[in-house]
């Protein structure tokens, strides 16, 4: 009969400490890597990396989200933003108000659906918007578009699943002139930024 001395058994409770461990050990939340097909610029205050989201079917021309090789579900996330267009001449005609609903989908790469991202925000002046962003031939080098709030999503990937693709599904805008609605393919409707993702490494 093998004989277990104090040393070896802190060696074993510490193996199985360890081997615990690495079942339930996810990484923090960290970028994801994404290629983004419509690019909108960098906050000038936030530093974000801003992309539109098109709205189509086919997962290719979305927002292609890479998920490392996990074990069990992963964790991806991102802020979801509406998208306005800044103008100062309707700030002070007071005409400047809408209220913007934008619905995107997170689909895995051969086209089935993850879950679904809402954001629903309104625009009066300028303190609604995120940021202003870089590029532009706006006063300061600004584009005239810019993210109006931030909803967060939080996605659950399979773990199967090492990419999926954001696009965008339904727009609806409502303004003092009128409503109008925009899921006609390839047509920005919304903004994502802050894309992590959180899983357990293979």
Known sequence: ???????????????????????????????????????????????????????????????????????????????????????????????????????????????????????QSEFRSADDLVDRVDGGAGPGGVKAVAPVDLERVVVTVPADVTEVSILGEFLEVIRIDGRDSFQSPGRPIAIVSNVEVEYRPR
């Open 1 to 119: 009969m093998a004989v277990v001395g104090p040393t070896s058994r802190w060696a074993v409770c510490l193996g199985l400490v360890v081997a615990t461990l690495g079942v339930t050990l996810r990484s923090q939340p960290e970028p994801a890597e994404i290629a983004c097909p419509s690019m909108l610029g960098q906050g000038l205050t936030t530093g974000r990396a801003f992309c539109d989201v098109l709205t189509g079917r086919d997962p290719v021309s979305g927002i292609v989200v890479t998920i490392p090789r996990h074990r069990g579900e992963a964790t991806l996330t991102f802020d979801l933003s509406n998208r306005h267009t800044y103008s100062e001449d309707q700030i002070r005609a007071g005409r400047a108000f809408a209220r913007y609903t934008a619905t995107v989908g997170v689909l895995t790469a051969d086209g089935a659906l993850l879950a679904r991202g809402v954001v």
